[in-house]
């Protein structure tokens, strides 16, 4: 099946775009609403002020879906940041009986700004016990799917001199 074309018609103005995102789409390859991911000018732009989003695209077989999303680079980014962080967590989290440290469920603050991003386990979580077995256990066996795009993402990062 042919990609669909991501539209340009729209507040976000795409430039940079995967229309065959559909493909490659984690484990929902080929059996996806998420058809495309484009970088462009952001949908919230004002005059005179212009920012980059990236937005996942989705389509609901018939339209393109108001769940699309949009976000600014930064938070890509960010989201990328913590990720990493939490698979790190979780690869070493067998050393402890519900899975973090449960007088310090800190897993880590990353600088950013002159502040920091705090990572933490959310104690909050009514159902954390339940919660924190699964969520490791999907993180497990997504593994291979992760590693290889992380394998990706830190072979660019060394391209690029980071």
């Known amino acids: 099946m042919e990609p669909l074309k991501i539209p340009t018609t729209l507040k976000h103005k795409p430039v940079v775009v995967a229309e065959d995102y559909a493909n490659v789409d984690g484990r929902y390859a080929y059996d996806t609403d998420t058809q495309g991911l484009s970088l462009g000018l952001a949908q919230w732009n004002d005059r005179g002020k212009v920012d980059i989003s990236a937005k996942v695209w989705r389509h609901t077989g018939e339209k393109w879906s108001r769940q699309s999303e949009e976000l600014p680079l930064h938070r890509v980014l ?30 880590d603050r990353v600088g950013l700004q002159g502040d920091a991003m705090t990572l933490k386990i959310c104690t909050d979580n009514e159902n954390l016990e339940e919660d924190i077995h699964l969520f490791h256990q999907a993180l497990s066996n997504d593994d291979e799917l992760l590693g290889e795009r992380l394998k990706a993402l830190a072979g660019i990062l060394r391209e690029m001199g980071y």
């Open 78 to 107: 960010d989201l990328a940041i913590f990720v990493c962080r939490a698979k790190q967590h979780f690869k070493d989290a067998y050393r402890f009986p519900k899975l973090y440290d449960e007088q310090n469920p800190v897993i």
